[in-house]
């Protein structure tokens, strides 16, 4: 039987199990634990270990790869950071059940949940989200850290910058731009360009507030 890699997953939340449930649906891999604030408990059967600063340790005893399990895209960003500047490797959480183009192409740390489709040539960068059944169409453009929530339908060529969050049910139609770190509202439906640090909501998406 080949050796299954050992894999932490940082985060214990909601997201880390169905994260946790993808991954462990792939053989290649073997959970050892997860971390979290709050530990001394275990999740979907997996024991959390303590907080994120046993990290170097798990390193030292000869764990390399990791997986970060946090829906907020700030936190996920830096604890992705972190993780690396530890020397883990991050891997993809991809469910057995999410179709994938072989046109795809997939940065690392991303997770696509049940249901997603990602069609032709969509380019997904590192350490994003694509939730459950959500859909990216060809030759999308989906930045470093961000998250698609359930249920949103990108259409084609859409470009969406770094670290942004579709709300759940999000519609944009082909060709739009999102800028960086945006939020779009659940149920938003993006039929114009919309910058970066912005919220929007509506039908159709609106800015309300500039974020900082
Ligand atoms: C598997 C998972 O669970 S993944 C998680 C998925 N989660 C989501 O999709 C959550 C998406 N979040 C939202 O839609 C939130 O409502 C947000 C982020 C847009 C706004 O949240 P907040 O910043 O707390 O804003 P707040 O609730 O104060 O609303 C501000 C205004 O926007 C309106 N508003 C909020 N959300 C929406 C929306 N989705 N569509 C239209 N209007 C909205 C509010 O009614 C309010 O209007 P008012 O000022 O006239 O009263």
């Keep these: 039987m080949a050796i299954r890699c050992k894999v932490v997953i940082i985060g ?30 275990k999740i979907s059967g997996i024991p959390v270990l303590g907080d994120d600063s046993i990290l170097p340790q798990l390193y030292e005893q000869g764990i390399r790869h990791a997986f970060v399990a946090i829906g907020g895209n700030s936190v996920r960003h830096q604890l992705a950071r972190h993780a690396l500047d530890t020397g883990f490797e991050l891997i993809n959480a991809i469910s057995p059940h999410a179709y994938v183009a072989d046109s795809v192409i ?35 453009y989906i930045g470093e850290t961000c998250h698609i929530a359930p249920g949103c339908n990108i ?34 439906v993006v039929v114009k360009d919309i910058p970066s640090y912005c919220l929007a909501v509506g039908v159709p998406a609106k800015i309300i507030k500039k974020l900082t």
């Design 12 to 41: 214990a939340g909601g997201h880390a199990k169905v994260v946790i449930d993808m991954i462990q649906s792939n053989p290649e891999f073997e959970i050892i634990g997860c971390t979290d604030r709050i530990g001394n408990r």
């Design 106 to 140: 997939l940065g690392s740390g991303i997770a696509v949940m049940p249901g997603a489709v990602l069609n032709a040539e969509a380019c997904i960068g590192n350490n994003s989200i694509i939730n459950t059944c959500a859909s990216v169409d060809h030759e999308c």
């Design 155 to 188: 259409s084609g060529n859409v470009r969406i910058g770094e670290g942004t969050f579709l709300g759940t049910g999000t519609k944009v139609i082909d060709g739009m731009t999102i800028g960086s770190w945006s939020i779009l509202g659940s149920g938003a």
